[in-house]
């Protein structure tokens, strides 16, 4: 549609107006909350952490479909497996949602030739938490980014997009959105369901899948910072082209090997690297909440700094009595549906004027406007809510609630009823961490929980913060297979992964590890191994055995020979098992670590139910064989929430179990 000459100008100023606001955000990221005067432009700060798509949807509940990593963010709207008009970036909290949406808008403002966005007439960017009872899209843009530009008009708004070739919507934050999962005919649940703006591309990010989304959208998914992405952030953002500061920055973070999973979180990452560059005398940590108590140590220091008079006195006070403040985090979780903003007059007359402002000083709150429910016509009006930094932050604080709760409580069953342990682990380790007595409450609790075993030795370990203390219950864990399973929650898999890497450094022998349908694929130094959740396995020199199981993945040379070299360096290793992988036929034999053939590794793919090859190691040939070793049972450990097995997996019932024996699962304890 063709615009008049009033209508087109109008848009230059539109279009002008979206740029002046995006670049007003993505000129501020602050990756230490509590230092206010360092902010840097968003590509100066990011770097792609792991991204995967799902390529099928799930068949059955329990399921993960079938997913498949990008190289690149700008694959998921280059791809063509992935081409549509609607598209879902899924993420945990922390691993980068909006920091990716302001990089998109970044590209868009500044037109980067090989971005997606390069070629959007008009980009809308809009953070759902904002949006209160706003209903309008037309009405939301012109409030929250055209509100400085009195020439536009929420009519000329929507005549303008109408006209354009190319309009892409990006709506963040799905999960925060007032409206979210309700039956409300609002423009936001009409755009995502493809009611509305049909032909216009829709980006929505989400910590989690709505319910009113059908299988046909594309989802992708974030999956965190491996070590690639760890060393680009500190050489781009923290020390530059300085080699050594780097080494050292990543030295540190080896040191604290327990801070390793948390440390997946780009956020959480970004604020230990620039501590540990910040800080000479950068401790180590034994356990996470160690590492946040320092973490929030830290943000009070730099406070106190600033005012050297009887005021500190007052920072202490604060810093270490902050019951209100714990109780309201509580409160927010503690719920079926979590609340994670609070308006600003109601929360800081419940914690205290001095408080509240030292919370927002520091950078453990922080204050957005959101459009008031009393709003009418085109008089809008804005409550000033506040949130956490980060959700980790409320867990921090609602962890020293739940620690008096747990201490005076005798049944917490019903107490915890609305506190998922498998979408809220720090709040459990960080109340395990904080008081021994509630700990040993709380971990008895999870024992009884279905795949809780696992995830209560962690918080063993948090309580006491010394390994000796839970030996036994790693041994235990690694005299049988350890399954890691697609299916299995984001909680089982790191609880196992971390349990495995303290087996390692500490050469307790590890009978076996399984990965079912796990997709593994070696990093590029060649130290670790990638599962498809993003997670990764550190070289185990205590591992005996591997079994990597993929009914549907084909595997390139290159690939196996990458397979390989990382089992080469688990220098305890005598069996790689392949279960039902698509391999290439030979070998080439310069491929095959020659450590494998001094110790005689055996190498087996099965590729049926019945047969079995095993690889000459001196040829690179696939050879027949039916092994008596063949038939030796294996007792498995299963860290599965649902103690399901693995969809199309191979039962006890099958043919093979006349060759492979059955398989005992039990878990630990």
């Known amino acids: 549609m063709e615009l008049n000459p009033d209508l087109q100008e109008k848009k230059i100023f539109l279009i002008e107006g979206l740029k002046r606001t995006y670049k007003g955000q993505y000129d501020a990221i602050q990756p230490l909350p509590y230092i206010k005067d360092r902010l840097y432009c968003v590509d100066k700060v990011f770097v792609e952490g792991g991204v995967e798509v799902c390529l099928a949807p799930e068949l059955t509940p329990g399921t993960r479909g079938s997913w498949e990593r990008l190289d690149s963010y700008k694959s998921i709207y280059t791809d063509f497996r992935f081409k549509s008009k609607r598209r879902i970036i899924q993420g945990e909290p922390g691993y980068g949602k909006s920091t990716l949406t302001l990089q998109l808008a970044y590209d868009w403002c500044n037109e980067v030739s090989d971005s997606p966005m390069n070629n959007v007439e008009i980009l809308i960017l809009l953070r759902l938490r904002q949006l209160g009872s706003v209903k309008s899209l037309y009405r939301a843009i012109k409030s929250f980014l055209l509100f400085h530009e009195p020439r536009v008009s929420k009519h000329d708004i929507e005549k303008i997009i109408h006209s354009c070739s190319s309009v ?33 591309d829709v980006s929505l990010t989400t910590r989690y899948l709505p319910e009113c989304l059908t299988e046909e959208k594309k989802r992708a998914k974030l999956t965190g910072f491996d070590d690639k992405a760890r060393d680009e952030y500190i050489g781009k953002t ?3 082209n300085n080699d050594e500061a780097v080494a050292e920055i990543k030295q540190r973070l080896y040191e604290n090997s327990i801070l390793a999973d948390i440390c997946q979180v780009p956020l959480i990452f970004v604020m230990f690297a620039h501590m540990a560059h910040d800080q000479r005398d950068f401790m180590k940590f034994k356990s996470v909440t160690q ?52 308006i600003k007059t109601g ?18 709150l922080v204050e957005e406007d959101e459009v008031s429910n009393d709003s009418i016509g085109n008089n809008v009006s804005f409550t000033t809510m506040v949130r956490f930094y980060h959700k980790l932050f409320c867990e921090w604080y609602a962890a020293h609630h739940l620690v008096t709760l747990v201490k005076n409580a005798h049944d917490l069953s019903d107490m915890l009823r609305f506190l998922d342990p498998f979408d809220l682990q720090y709040l459990f380790r960080f109340a395990c961490g904080l008081d021994p007595d509630a700990g040993k409450k709380l971990i008895n609790h999870l024992k009884r929980l279905s795949g809780g075993d696992t995830f209560a030795i962690l918080c063993i370990l948090e309580q006491t913060g010394d390994v000796n203390d839970i030996m036994d219950s790693v041994k235990e864990l690694c005299s049988r297979t350890a399954n890691i399973k697609r299916g299995d929650s984001a909680l089982l898999q790191r609880s196992t992964t ?23 694929r070696v990093d590029e130094s060649g130290l670790n191994l990638i599962l498809q959740s ?3 396995l550190c070289i185990m020199r205590s591992l005996q055995k591997l079994e990597i199981y993929d009914r549907n993945r084909r595997l390139t040379n290159k690939e196996v020979a990458a397979i390989l070299s990382y089992s080469s360096q688990c220098t305890s290793l005598k ?16 491929s095959i670590p020659s450590s ?38 294996t007792s498995y450990v299963t860290t599965s929430h649902y103690n399901q097995p693995a969809a199309n997996r191979p039962t006890p019932d099958d043919a093979a179990q006349e060759r492979t024996g059955s398989r005992k699962k039990c878990t630990v304890s």
């Open 596 to 633: 494998l053939k001094s110790r005689n590794v055996k190498v087996w793919n099965r590729i049926d139910l019945v047969t079995n090859r095993r690889l000459n190691l001196q040829t690179g040939q696939w050879q027949a064989s039916r092994d008596d070793e063949e038939r030796q049972p």
């Open 534 to 536: 993003g997670l990764s």
């Open 168 to 200: 892409h919507i990006i709506l963040d934050g799905y999960d925060e959105y007032p409206g979210r999962d309700s039956n409300d005919n609002d423009d936001v649940h009409r755009i995502i369901k493809m009611e509305l703006f049909t032909d216009f």
């Open 575 to 590: 069996e790689l098992r392949f279960q039902l992988y698509d391999l290439p036929v030979t070998i080439p034999v310069g």
């Open 238 to 240: 923290v020390v530059g």
């Open 347 to 364: 929360f800081r007359q419940r914690v205290g004027p001095e408080p509240y402002d030292q919370y927002i000083s520091i950078g453990i």
């Open 498 to 520: 971390q349990l495995l890497e303290i087996a390692s450094k500490h050469n307790i022998p590890i009978s076996c590890v399984d990965l079912d349908d796990c997709s593994p």
């Open 291 to 342: 590492f946040f108590k320092h973490m929030i140590r830290c943000f009070y220091d730099h406070l106190k700094q600033k005012f050297k008079d009887n005021r500190s006195n007052k920072f202490y006070i604060h810093e270490m009595e902050h019951h209100e403040l714990d109780k309201i985090a509580f409160e927010g979780l503690n719920k079926k549906n979590q609340q994670l903003s609070w």
